[in-house]
């Protein structure tokens, strides 16, 4: 079966523009994750949501970052005015279980590069 | 926070066998240990995870201590695909808290 979806694979933005990145995670998976991969870093947490509930969203570094997933499946994370400290792959992650108790999947993640 | 010690890099020879060790002094009794491995340009890969029992799958052991202050990853037959870098962690909470993880070299 199909695996985490991310898109777009690579997003180049201007400093101060918007951007959205879609996650589709595994069908019927109920936690999804969102984590930030500066280069040669590990990925640090961004957020996570237990069905359509934002359950944490302790990582999120401002308010220029939302994310959202309305219906409990695809989410988005949205950047606004994107800043050049924001450029890192953004990787999705969803598993069945709630929490981070059971096996993760991750997809292979948006590179944003800003300019 | 959730903090794991793992060593910057390792080399093993393939066909060998690997242990990655991790160490986690913070870790509470309900946590599991999770490992992960990540290949480059791709999102990390699952690869075990253990609460007190040592663990085997396909892919690799999972060795707790006792006092699950510690694990370690074991790679029975290093090939050059599992050059990688190997991420520890546990969950506290809702999370998993990756760290610098272990950068697997791999000879042939």
């Known amino acids: 079966g199909a695996g985490v979806s991310q898109s777009p694979r690579y997003k180049v933005a201007k400093r101060g523009q918007d951007v959205a990145l879609r996650c589709d995670p595994i069908s019927g998976h109920v936690s999804l994750f969102w984590y930030q991969q500066a280069l040669g870093q590990g990925p640090e947490f961004l957020t996570y949501f237990q069905n359509e509930a934002q359950l944490d969203k302790s990582g999120l570094p401002s308010d220029r970052f939302f994310a959202e997933r309305p219906e409990g499946s695809v989410s988005t994370l949205k950047i606004q005015r994107t800043q050049q400290e924001d450029s890192a792959v953004y990787l999705c992650?969803?598993?069945?279980?709630?929490?981070?108790?059971?096996?993760?999947?991750f997809g292979s993640g948006t590179q944003l590069s800003v300019l | 926070d959730a903090k794991t010690t793992q060593p910057n890099s390792m080399e093993s020879n393939e066909e060998e066998p690997v242990h990655l060790p991790c160490n986690h002094s913070?870790?509470?009794?309900?946590?599991?240990i999770h490992w992960y491995r990540q290949l480059p340009s791709q999102g990390p890969e699952y690869v075990i995870h253990g609460l007190t029992s040592n663990v085997n799958n396909r892919m690799a052991s999972l060795a707790i201590a006792e006092d699950r202050k510690s694990s370690t990853l074991i790679l029975h037959r290093a090939t050059l695909r599992d050059a990688a870098v190997y991420y520890c962690?546990?969950?506290?909470?809702?999370?998993?808290?990756f760290g610098g993880g272990t950068r697997l070299m791999v000879k042939p």
């Open positions: 962690m546990y969950n506290a909470g809702n999370m998993l808290t």
């Open positions: 992650a969803s598993s069945l279980a709630k929490g981070a108790y059971e096996k993760l999947f």
């Open positions: 913070t870790i509470s009794g309900t946590d599991y």
